[in-house]
């Protein structure tokens, strides 16, 4: 070998070398991605606050721009049993409980990879019957059978020159921080859910109340009118047309039982509880206090509180490393090896003078023909990564998308309750003048059923604008990313990673 060639090859050892110890790894480096550079969540301009009424549920809701969302927001909403329902899903349902198994089994994960940066150690032991002839039955003693014991241990390491363990590192240590934002997704949309489920089941009594109030009237107007017809006052036609009209309201019933029974068994499975087990107190609307601060945070904040668009930034994170670890697959691999150990036809003979063994080595493996398939591999990591690039995109848009739409829910939920409000309070007072005009005999009894049923459909029109407003009050808590931290979240999300395991 000529001084130049050594020269060269030292040189190049010493590049391997450096690399080694400098850490470097093959691949790209992951970069959080930017916030948006948007400044608002709409074209036009928040107003300061939606509108008032003068009714139930009818407060202007002030908009806190900047403000957090409260880690715990259910708890605006001012209702005990409401706090007691998130609580009791939050511990119990089964999907809480399938996250947190996801997230310690990708730690585990995790762990198994970080193994794979110590060197592995290896012990062994066996016995070996067999005969021999010639020399070997010479060694053996007498006779040619004979059992030959040994025992030792033997170490193995992969000098991870490129960084293709430590992109796996990295890429299961993200696959960690995925589940982990998942799980805290599973508790905004379990208490999210929990809540609407709790303010439809108090629209849906309260539509049965009024329905029911509302036939027992037309049932109060069809014995009047009967009693009328017997003596001749009234005619067969008018006591049909109030039968028709109590027939027509009873039939709206069943649905609307039907709805509440689904709603009241989706509570207790969202509650972790079987249906016929389940036991919960009833919820009116008027025992909810709508929330007069909705905080509103900025634009530039929401793709950190979002768990959603954390745990694609996360996939995103892994998907990046995985290019990685096809990089680095495509470079030689260097793997060190050592054993220690002894050989003897007595078991009491084992590790005495003149039966030790020993051997040291290294291995190095270069790729050079895998049929394509080693770049084959880099190529799909890329492309994996591009995708996870467009759904984090994806996920950003429709993460402002459903900050916008709640935002414009809310002001419109106002508008729409105000005028329900309004059309409620006329339609009750035309009802009572047409009463009156109906007893004085200046208006018809087809008239009064007119009325009736406008006053009923503006009714369950006010109850059904009041829950509205409820549910999308929640519904902007949640697209704001529900205030979780992981300092406030409860203990189950707040799991950290378990330190490496000895196998």
């Known amino acids: 070998m000529t001084p130049k060639n050594a020269e060269a090859r030292r040189g190049v050892l010493g590049g391997v070398l450096f690399a080694a110890l400098a850490g470097c790894a093959a691949g790209p480096d992951f970069r959080a991605p930017a916030a948006p550079a948007v400044d608002g969540y709409r074209k036009d301009p928040l107003p300061a606050a939606t509108v008032e009424t003068k009714a139930p549920t009818g407060d202007a809701q002030r908009f806190v721009s ?42 585990e994960n995790a762990n198994a990879a970080r193994g794979a940066l110590l060197p592995s150690v290896d012990a062994s032991a066996g016995a070996t019957r067999g005969n021999a002839n010639g020399q070997g039955a010479a060694a053996a003693g007498s006779g040619s059978v004979y059992t030959l014991y040994n025992a030792g241990a033997r170490v193995n390491y992969t000098l991870d020159l490129f960084g293709a363990v430590r992109r796996g590192v990295e890429a299961e240590s993200a696959a960690v921080d995925t589940q982990r934002f998942q799980l805290e997704g599973t508790y905004q949309t379990l208490a999210a859910n929990v809540a609407t489920a709790s303010f439809r089941e108090a629209s849906l009594r309260g539509q049965i109340r009024a329905t029911e109030e509302i036939i027992d009237v037309y049932n109060k107007e069809l014995k009047l009118v009967e009693a009328q017809n017997q003596i001749g006052a009234k005619s067969l036609a008018d006591v049909l047309v109030i039968r028709t009209q109590v027939a027509t309201a009873a039939a709206t019933l069943p649905p609307l039982r039907a709805q509440l029974a689904q709603t009241q068994t989706q509570l207790a499975v969202y509650l972790g509880e079987f249906p016929s087990q389940s036991e919960l ?35 995103l994170h892994q998907a990046t490393a995985k290019v990685g670890v096809a990089t680095a697959n495509l470079f030689p691999q260097i793997t060190l090896s050592g054993s220690l150990g002894s050989s003897a036809l007595h078991s009491g003979d084992l590790f ?48 402002f998308q459903n900050v916008a739409d709640a935002l414009r829910a809310l002001e419109l939920d106002a508008e729409s309750l105000k005028a329900q409000a309004l059309a ?33 459909q503006t009714r369950l029109g006010l109850i059904q604008a009041r829950a ?36």
């Open 66 to 107: 900047g403000a957090d969302v409260p880690a715990q927001w259910w708890t605006t909403f001012a209702n005990a049993e409401l706090t007691r329902r998130i609580t009791q899903a939050l511990a119990h349902s089964p999907s809480v409980a399938s996250a947190q198994a996801a997230l310690r089994q990708a730690q």
């Open 281 to 315: 107190a009833a919820l009116d609307l008027d025992a909810f206090g709508l929330p007069r601060e909705v905080p509103v945070s900025l634009p530039s904040t929401l793709t950190r509180q979002r768990p959603d668009v954390r745990a694609a930034e996360a996939t």
């Open 352 to 399: 005495s003078g003149g039966t030790k063994a020993w051997s040291i080595g290294a291995n190095l493996l270069q790729p050079i023909f895998h049929g394509g398939s080693l770049r084959a591999q880099k190529r799909a990591a890329e492309a994996g990564l591009d995708k996870a690039a467009a759904d984090y995109q994806q996920t950003v848009l429709g993460a």
């Open 424 to 456: 409620e309070q006329s339609a009750a007072r035309s009802l009572d003048l047409v009463r009156i005009q109906y007893h004085n005999g200046s208006a018809s009894y087809l008239q009064e059923l007119d009325a009736t049923r406008q006053y009923q």
């Open 468 to 503: 509205a407003r409820l549910a999308d009050t929640a519904a902007l808590y949640t697209a704001l990313g529900g205030g979780w931290k992981e300092d406030s979240a409860p203990a189950a999300i707040a799991t950290t990673d378990a330190s490496p395991q000895s196998k």
